[in-house]
């Protein structure tokens, strides 16, 4: 490969052999970029077309071969590269000579973001390859400080071009994300309501020891703490409470665990809970029915399972009935689609990815034909806009009693699609713990929808009036924390302050030991949900007079008004418990 740098000095990337490849320079209509079109030595220059408007540089390519994008980046007051992803780094740059990584429709998302003092992005870069992988390459460049990031894909003839964006406009870094996101996903609809509605997930609490006659029992409490989805999990399909996956892949209702689901449903229906069955899609069990006459492309006895072929348009059928006849006669309002990534990546054989996003498109068409608007959750690592467009709920990837992980993913998540519900993992903690350790666990789900996996009949006293009071909290403000201005600072530092702002009324989740900086002219409600250190630091805006005063009502973490008192201005600092919240008005 013959990149240069400056002008003058060879860029090295290992793997590359530059006698098997020969470089394109592109023009480039932004000064400080260097666009590069890589193809094999003996291979034409395929068409591409470079377009600039608001800060955006768009680089199409009609590929028909393998060919590679890279463009090189001038740096300035570089402080860390953002990508999508609950266990991502946010805290460094890499070096360009680390292994690139493949995303593709089930694994991943070509989006990141160089961010600068301020919370600025230097440029933010997305890449639409259609239903193909991609190989991204996002770093430093040692010897010119220049970021590089290239996308190399294997061209089809006939296949949708590659689009790559950069942005280098300069734009705040939630401004770009999002705007770099509406341009991979395009226009989609709002989330609906349902699909934003608290969760209560049986997996962390009940494992495989489904019992349909006591699950009934949860529907009255679970109601009354306001909780709108029963996400039924692994367990209800098969007799035993073992570990595993053996009896995946004839998705039949166990009548030793619920022995009439249909009734189990139309109970939490009558409180006003949907029911979701979780589905782990790509398993086919040693144990089930399906194994002796689906075809597999793969074995994993660890697992106590195998991965069906999903290039079998038997196999997709088999999947697809049995889904949508666990929904018809159940009653049920939808399906945890789980695994997917287990039908990504390449020691696959070609195909089986398509395949899976075959199924995906027969399983919702399957869906929408017994019940309209059914929702279907997936979770990462399938994130990108390809997947997500065949969802309406996304989760953080499992992360039990990891509240900043989950902080991080929901966050992540809510910059990099739309027309997704995002939800957290579900959120356990220990009996043993404080009130204000599961409010903060509840904080930090508080800009998602959040799920809860906890045993609700078994819960003390205490920490149910947590859940109680945020669960209210989080309900009543819906509008604003999941679809009002969206305001996270400092990915590099995994957000320490998140706000969001609607009608007047600002919310603030403080993670850490940060001043609170009050919110911006016109507000009348400012509500500090609190997972740091009790003492918070107020900062009045300057150049403000005003003829009201300021009511200050704080409660724990369970809800208990601690101190309701009224100043003549902003005071400087509060005391708010730690898992709790502090109500500030304007009079």
């Not at 006459?293 to 793969?298: E, Q």
Request: glycine fraction near 8%; charge should be negative; aromatic fraction near 6%.
């Amino acid at each position: 490969m013959t990149i240069l740098i400056g002008g003058r000095t060879p860029l090295w990337l290992p793997g590359d052999d530059p006698a098997a490849q020969h470089a394109h320079s592109l023009d480039s209509p932004v000064p400080g970029l260097q666009l590069t079109l890589t193809t094999g030595a003996d291979a034409n220059v395929p068409p591409s077309e470079t377009t600039y408007h608001d800060g955006i540089v768009t680089l199409r390519v009609n590929a028909d071969q393998l060919v590679r994008v890279t463009a090189l980046i001038q740096t300035r007051d570089a402080v860390a590269l953002w990508r999508p992803g609950s266990a991502r780094d946010h805290t460094r740059i890499p070096a360009s000579w680390e292994q690139p990584e493949t995303v593709s429709p089930l694994s991943g998302m070509a989006l990141g973001c160089l961010l600068a003092d301020g919370d600025q992005s230097i440029v933010t870069y997305g890449a639409s390859p259609g239903d193909r992988p991609l190989r991204v390459r996002a770093g430093l460049v040692e010897e010119s400080a220049e970021l590089l990031v290239s996308f190399e894909i294997d061209g089809k003839s006939g296949e949708s071009p590659l689009r790559v964006h950069l942005d280098l406009a300069g734009r705040g870094f939630v401004e770009s994300v999002q705007e770099m996101t509406r341009r991979l996903s395009g226009p989609r609809p709002r989330p609906a309501v349902d699909d934003e509605r608290p969760v209560l997930c049986t997996w962390y609490f009940l494992q495989q020891a489904i019992d349909g006659e006591v699950l009934m029992g949860y529907a009255e409490p679970a109601s009354q703490l306001g909780f709108g989805t029963l996400i039924v999990d692994d367990g209800w399909q098969t007799a035993d409470t073992a570990r595993g996956y053996g009896s995946a892949g004839d998705w039949s209702v166990s009548a030793t665990k619920i022995a009439d689901a249909a009734r189990m449903v139309e109970r939490f229906t009558t409180y006003n809970i949907r029911t979701m069955w979780w589905i782990g899609t790509p398993f086919i069990g040693h144990r089930s029915q399906a194994v002796s006459h689906l075809p597999i492309v793969a074995d994993d006895p660890s697992m106590h399972a195998a991965v069906l072929d999903s290039r079998s348009e038997s196999a997709r059928r088999h999947l697809v009935e049995r889904v949508v006849q666990l929904v018809r006669t159940t009653g049920a309002h939808g399906v945890k689609i789980d695994f997917l990534e287990r039908f990504a990546g390449q020691a696959l054989p070609e195909g089986i990815e398509a395949g899976a996003l075959n199924l995906l498109d027969d399983l919702g068409l399957g869906l929408d034909a017994v019940l309209p608007g059914a929702s279907i959750e997936f979770r990462e690592p399938y994130i990108g806009p390809s997947s997500t467009a065949r969802a309406t709920m996304l989760r953080v990837m499992d992360c039990p009693m990891s509240p900043i992980q989950n902080r991080i993913g929901i966050l992540d998540l809510r910059l990099a699609t739309v027309g997704v519900a995002i939800h957290s993992d579900p959120i356990m903690w220990a009996d043993a713990d404080s009130p204000a350790r599961v409010g903060q666990h509840l904080i930090n789900a508080l800009f998602g929808v959040p799920q809860i996996s906890m045993d609700l009949l078994a819960l003390s006293e205490r920490h149910t009036q947590v859940l109680a009071f945020w669960l209210r909290i989080i309900n009543e403000y819906r509008h604003v924390l999941l679809h009002g201005e969206f305001q996270p600072e400092r990915p590099e530092l995994n957000y320490p302050l998140v706000h969001g702002s609607a009608d007047g009324t600002t919310i603030t989740a403080r993670y850490s030991p940060s001043t609170l900086h009050e919110p911006a002219r016109g507000w009348s409600r400012w509500l500090i949900a609190n997972a740091d250190s009790a003492t918070v630091a107020l900062e009045a805006a300057s150049g403000i007079t005003r003829a009201t005063r300021i009511r200050i009502v704080v409660q724990d973490p369970s809800g208990v008004v601690r101190t309701d008192d009224t100043y003549d201005s902003l005071p400087s600092r509060i005391t708010v418990p730690t898992g709790g919240l502090a109500t500030v008005e304007r009079l």
